[in-house]
């Protein structure tokens, strides 16, 4: 673990360090009181799952509000015209998660963080705790690990775990205890922590 600590204070006092602090005030500002812009972050996060980030956020820029208002059908048609790898899919979990948009701001506002986590797992179509935990990061809430196939690799490779076959929902848990322990080392949340691991892993601070 020591080396991989190493790194990551090397990284904090560089420009790397300005921009994930930047990204992190970003993720502060979102307005927890609009529901449409709770919404386009839930789309965002439902899109990301098994494609690329940066595609995704180029398709949430293009689509903006039109997550709020296109049918099924349109936008299943437009995730096809701007290069999702699974437009069908992905516009059927959207469309069945939009009965919650105007309730959703009320059930972010009344629950705890962990509460939350799990209601977004039970009723978000797509949502995994990877999910789950994405978009609780990008709405402001940065103690819960988005663990996805980038970090499992950097830490099977600093030896912090065996690749695990697959990541249930205990296996999830343990892995966020690791990334917990690692990120009291730094005086990191593990909002702080995802993006160092991601930067170390692609080169990149996304969102």
Request: charge should be neutral.
């Amino acid at each position: 673990m020591e080396k991989l600590l190493e790194s990551i204070d090397i990284l904090k006092e560089s420009n790397v360090g300005t921009l994930v602090d930047t990204r992190i005030k970003e993720f502060k500002e979102i307005d927890r009181g609009s529901g449409d812009d709770l919404f386009n972050e839930l789309c965002f996060c439902v899109l990301t799952a098994n494609f690329n980030a940066e595609k995704c956020i180029m398709i949430q820029s293009e689509i903006g509000d039109e997550f709020l208002t296109l049918s099924e059908e349109g936008l299943a048609k437009r995730l096809a015209e701007l290069g999702h790898r699974y437009p069908n899919t992905r516009a059927k979990y959207i469309s069945e998660s939009a009965k919650y948009k105007d309730s959703l701001k009320n059930i972010v506002h009344s629950s705890e963080g962990k509460e939350l986590r799990e209601w977004l797992v039970k009723n978000i179509k797509g949502f995994g705790y990877k999910e789950a935990s994405h978009f609780l990061r990008n709405i402001g809430f940065d103690d819960y690990a988005i663990i996805d196939f980038h970090i499992v690799d950097i830490l099977v490779r600093y030896n912090l775990i065996k690749r695990p076959k697959s990541l249930s929902k205990k296996r999830y848990l343990e892995i966020e205890n690791i990334l917990k322990d690692i990120a009291r080392k730094l005086d990191f949340s593990l909002a702080e922590l995802d993006l160092y691991l991601w930067y170390i892993e692609t080169g990149k601070i996304l969102k």
